[in-house]
């Protein structure tokens, strides 16, 4: 039986009519059409489908339809403005953040909730902030650097 | 305008860049087409049987579902590899768990799941065998019931799918040189070594969309597969076989893949093949997508191995003669598995001078899913085992690691195992030289021991030295004949076709810099083709580090071809602006209709390989290297952790520094995976722990700084001298950490990979392992801190 449910989606009010324990993910991409979250491995192990859900980072495929009503939600889509990069996706693309790009929009949203914490992170807080996201292909070394560059444009 | 700085060496932003950073990439689950219904896999939840009978739950409508089974093939029940025993589906026998036996295909995805579990498969159960071992026996005992393969018409026998026996010289003359090498030696040094099976685990699991036309008389017409892969020629020779179709009535396309190394390979002729057929018998397209669980358990993952040296070596470390003895684990169908034993083959005996060396290998069948393509195919395995054994010699012998290696490395103008004659610049002996520099290796060597003696962390610092040959094997390259067009658009901008796939590596960012650098253009002016068969030519598979030197050469030459037809006919100056070039392109074609450039592989020089006595120039060329790991071995929680990693490598011109470092840390990052964390469990041919909760890939919190070193010695076989990396990254971490393992704590590991449980195991009991390490347990290396255990 579906329930209606409400949200804001990076700024648009939306309205969905879905089963209330439908995941959040396929809300995003079959109900919103929003497939820049990414399914890696429906578990919450990989961390490629992360959005952030009242400001905090979440997997998307953890949470069900309603948990996130009335809530404020922000996706990979959300990030930038106008399509104009946001410094995060700017660093990513300029410092060899992203190879494959199908762990990148959960990495960039774990990264913006990184730095609204720390806006100046060491090393050991980047590992940690980023743990819980999966990459394959660039061993990491890569993100780090671009995580850094991006805090240091953000917040000279 | 004409470039003052060379575009080849820059690191221009990722071609496809944006797109992903936006989210905006169209990967194949975020594809749909009109009318599209989904598809599922019904499979053999044994090892080995007779499938018995099928029956349906009663209470599912089954009018609603599509089926598919073997007998609804149009043409061959074939996934065709190199021979034709791999099943598309089961008929009436299984080989393997999760072998696949029908089809299914609704409109609304979540009723497939049920109707999965409500197909009810009845099996007479065979005896299976689950190891390279129990494969041996049942051949030394002709054991019938458990031989699994027959055999081939290519090679292949009883459960065995290939062997190779490869002489360094001429056979007798070779054996007969290694028994005066034994007889002569001062140390004969044996051991065994053993690797597990490693999961791909690209992030984005496999998937596809397949299209079907029929003609008026309801036969299949045309079909049409885009999905994730590495090689879209590999599907349409599938899909031909598939549906008795000629070449051009198959169409693939890759989309936008997240992620391969060497998962894609091979694998998409089955999903591709699966969801074709699923379209055929539906009338819709159909996408099939597995799940993570069903990703891990039913597709390839890097074939497990065993490797045993025996080396004849004089007093003052010179290797007078080696035997090695490969053998790996193919599971139930040969796919890739002969070609992955070559490259075992020919990388065994690594950089070093043999005067007689005998390699012999297998690839033996079980009844695992076959094993498939993993970034380094073949030569991950037998370079842990050499560049173990060589740790072992130096051991053995009274010499440090490092002056056993410098006695024996190879260097110009000398001829590896395989007699090649290396005639372009080696300097194994600079490049360890200077990753020992780099990685600050003999102070920390000496502090190390020192500080070991107080500590229950063990530190220790090791290394390995490798190549890699870039590009298929032996005449491989000349028998893939690849073929490269570029075209020169209506508005002057040129246009790049390859069957060459984009996965994350560069492949899109690199060819158009090659191009840019050639046509003297700005590299934003340069587009690549979407791989779609109907439109690129085959310039062969994205795999064996091929696509930046033999592709990259094609390009290459084809932009040059283009050059010189705008010069001779256009009047086009030796040194020209992105306007001269547009204005004469674009008068060019207002006399032609078109500009084109197509150009075959010819090798850079005479290329000669014998593929019977596996003698001559085994790869066009190699990047070598040396990788030093530093290691902690905590003798409280047995947990071993990569601390700090050198990598250092001469792939001759680095084409795009970023993306080359992201090659070089991304390798390594998984050879540390498969060295310390990545296990497959295994129970009767089934991956117990198909998820991403239990096998365990590093995270960002768990890898060392990884510094990467390149020197840059341009090679004639690549575009601007550039050779093959994709590959060699993976290559060397595993046995550098293992060497590191036995400097921290004096113990030698000879398996991976090596997790706490093992390390635990070995420290808390004297007794010897089950293979693999013949060191005596030495507490008085371990100092005053020996854990309570043993104490």
Redesign the interface.
């Known amino acids: 039986m579906n329930t209606p449910i409400q949200f804001t989606v990076n700024g648009n009010r939306q309205s969905v009519d879905v089963p209330p324990m439908k995941r959040l993910l396929d809300v995003l991409?079959e109900d919103l059409h929003l497939?820049?979250?990414?399914?890696?491995?429906?578990?919450g192990?990989?961390g490629?489908c992360a959005v952030l859900l009242n400001g905090e980072l979440v997997n998307s495929c953890l949470v069900p339809a309603l948990q996130a009503h009335g809530s404020r939600l922000c996706?990979?889509?959300g990030?930038?403005t106008e399509g104009q990069?946001h410094p995060i996706?700017?660093c990513?693309?300029?410092?060899?953040?992203?190879?494959?790009?199908?762990?990148?929009?959960g990495m960039?949203l774990a990264t913006h909730h990184l730095l609204d914490k720390y806006p100046n992170p060491t090393l050991e807080q980047?590992?940690?902030g980023?743990?819980?996201?999966?990459?394959?292909?660039?061993?990491?070394?890569?993100?780090?650097e671009s995580v850094q560059q991006a805090a240091n444009t953000i917040s000279p | 305008m004409s470039q003052s700085k060379p575009i080849l060496g820059a690191s221009p932003l990722r071609k496809e860049g944006r797109a992903k950073v936006l989210g905006a990439a169209k990967y194949i689950d975020d594809q749909s087409l009109p009318g599209m219904w989904h598809g599922a896999t019904v499979r053999s939840s044994i090892a080995r049987g007779i499938i018995c009978s099928i029956t349906f739950a009663p209470e599912i409508d089954w009018e609603q579902f599509a089926i598919v089974r073997a007998s609804d093939i149009p043409g061959e029940n074939t996934i065709v590899h190199l021979t034709k025993d791999h099943p598309c589906l089961a008929e009436s026998q299984v080989n393997h768990p999760e072998e696949p036996i029908l089809l299914l295909a609704h409109p609304d995805k979540t009723a497939l799941l049920a109707a999965v579990r409500g197909v009810r498969i009845e099996y007479d159960e065979l005896p299976g065998v689950f190891t390279i071992e129990e494969s041996e026996a049942a051949v030394e005992n002709n054991d019938a019931e458990r031989i699994i393969w027959p055999g081939s018409d290519a090679g292949g026998t009883a459960n065995c799918f290939k062997q190779y026996l490869m002489y360094s010289g001429e056979a007798n003359e070779t054996e007969d040189g290694l028994a005066a090498a034994f007889e002569a030696a001062d140390f004969i040094v044996e051991e065994e070594y053993h690797t597990g099976a490693q999961e791909q685990l690209y992030i984005e699991n496999n998937g596809v969309i397949a299209e079907c036309n029929k003609d008026a008389l309801g036969n299949v017409s045309d079909v049409c597969v885009r999905g994730s892969m590495q090689c879209p020629y590999y599907v349409v020779h599938a899909l031909t076989l598939i549906f008795n179709l000629p070449e051009e009535k198959c169409r693939v396309i890759q989309v936008e893949t997240g992620g391969a190394f060497g998962g894609k390979e091979d694998f998409p002729s089955v999903i591709g093949s699966h969801a074709a057929l699923l379209a055929m018998k539906c009338g819709h397209p159909v996408k099939i997508t597995y799940d993570r669980a069903e990703d891990m358990a039913a597709t390839t993952k890097r074939h497990p191995s065993r490797t045993r040296h025996r080396t004849a070596v004089s007093k003052d470390g010179k290797l007078l003669g080696g035997t090695i003895d490969v053998a790996i684990d193919g599971g139930a169908y040969a796919t890739l598995s002969p070609v992955v034993l070559s490259r075992a083959t020919i990388h065994s005996p690594g950089p070093y001078k043999w005067p007689h060396i005998r390699v012999r290998a297998k690839a033996m069948a079980t009844n695992i899913p076959p094993h498939g393509a993993f970034r380094g195919f073949g030569a991950p395995q037998s370079l842990f085992a050499l560049e173990r054994h060589m740790d072992k010699i130096a051991k053995t012998i009274g010499l440090t690691p490092e002056e056993l290696r410098r006695r024996n490395f190879l260097g110009t103008g000398d001829r590896t195992a395989t007699g090649q004659l290396l005639n372009e610049p080696v300097d194994m002996q600079h490049l360890l030289t200077r990753a020992l520099q780099e990685s600050e290796y003999h102070e920390k060597l000496a502090r190390f021991a020192e500080e070991n003696k107080h500590s229950t962390i063990k530190r220790g610092v090791g290394f390995a030295s490798f190549m890699h040959g870039a590009g298929f094997t032996g005449s491989g390259e000349r028998r893939l004949n690849s073929l490269v067009h570029l075209d020169v658009l209506e508005d002057g901008r040129p246009q790049i076709l390859v069957s060459s796939t984009e996965f994350g590596q560069g492949t899109n960012t690199i060819l158009c810099q090659v191009a840019a650098q050639t046509l003297q253009l700005p590299y934003e002016d340069i587009l690549i083709a979407q791989p779609d068969t109907s439109v690129v030519p085959n310039s062969g598979p994205t795999v064996a580090s091929r696509t930046a030197m033999i592709v990259g050469k094609l390009v290459e030459r084809a932009s040059h071809q283009i050059l010189a037809t705008l010069r001779e006919q256009e009047d086009l100056p030796e040194e020209h602006t992105r306007e001269q070039f547009i204005a004469a392109a674009q008068s060019y074609r207002a006399k032609h209709g078109s500009l084109r450039a197509s150009v075959r592989y010819e090798p850079a020089t005479k290329i000669y390989w014998d593929d019977e006595l596996y003698r001559g120039d085994a790869y066009p060329g190699y990047a070598w290297a040396v990788y030093v790991a530093e290691v902690a071995v905590d003798l409280n929680t047995y947990m071993a952790t990569v601390t700090r990693f050198d990598a250092l490598q001469e792939v001759g011109l680095v084409m795009h520094p970023v993306l080359a470092k992201g090659q070089i840390e991304g390798g390594v990052a998984q050879g540390i995976g498969y060295a310390l964390y990545e296990k497959c469990v295994w129970k009767e041919g089934r991956m117990m722990n198909n998820q991403m909760t239990n096998y365990i890939m590093p995270t960002s919190a768990d890898l060392p700084p990884i510094h990467v070193h390149f020197e840059e010695v341009p090679s004639i076989h690549g575009p601007g001298g550039a050779k093959g990396i994709g590959e060699l990254p993976m290559d060397g971490p595993a046995p550098a950490i293992l060497n590191a393992i036995e400097n921290a704590t004096g113990i030698a590991f000879n398996t991976i990979p090596l997790l706490p449980e093992d390390i635990f195991e070995r420290f808390t009991s004297f007794t010897e392992p089950a293979h693999g390490g013949s060191e005596d347990f030495d507490p008085t290396h371990l100092g005053e801190f020996l854990p309570e255990a043993v104490a």
Request: hydrophobic share 30%; proline share 2%; aromatic share 6%.
């Open positions: 991409r497939t820049g979250t990414k399914e890696g491995c429906g578990e192990e990989c490629a996706t990979i889509e990030v930038s990069l996706q700017q990513f693309l300029e410092r060899g953040g992203a190879q494959c790009g199908i762990c990148t929009p960039i980047i590992q940690e980023l743990a819980g996201n999966l990459c394959r292909c660039t061993g990491y070394m890569r993100i780090f």
